[in-house]
């Protein structure tokens, strides 16, 4: 994966933003296939950490601690 510069912060915050969403929405039991959607976020996760594992490769170059995107410390 190629991620500029630019839309790493992005793409981090964008992935957890799913996340959070897609898990409120998996705890408000309206969904009819909580076993699709939890595959679903399993992916989410997966890639989430695809994508912190290329934002360390040039974290220093952005200047944005990866910590300071998650709120949690890697």
């Given at each position: ?26 705890e408000s ?10 595959e679903y ?31 949690r410390e890697?």
């Open positions: 994966m190629n991620i500029s510069n630019n839309m790493a912060p992005v793409v981090i915050q964008a992935i957890l933003d799913a996340i959070k969403f897609n898990q409120a929405l998996l039991e309206t969904l009819r296939d909580v076993e699709d959607h939890e976020l399993m992916s989410l996760g997966i890639l989430l950490s695809h994508a912190e594992d290329e934002y360390k490769k040039i974290e220093k170059e952005i200047g944005i601690p990866l910590s300071q995107l998650t709120g890697s």
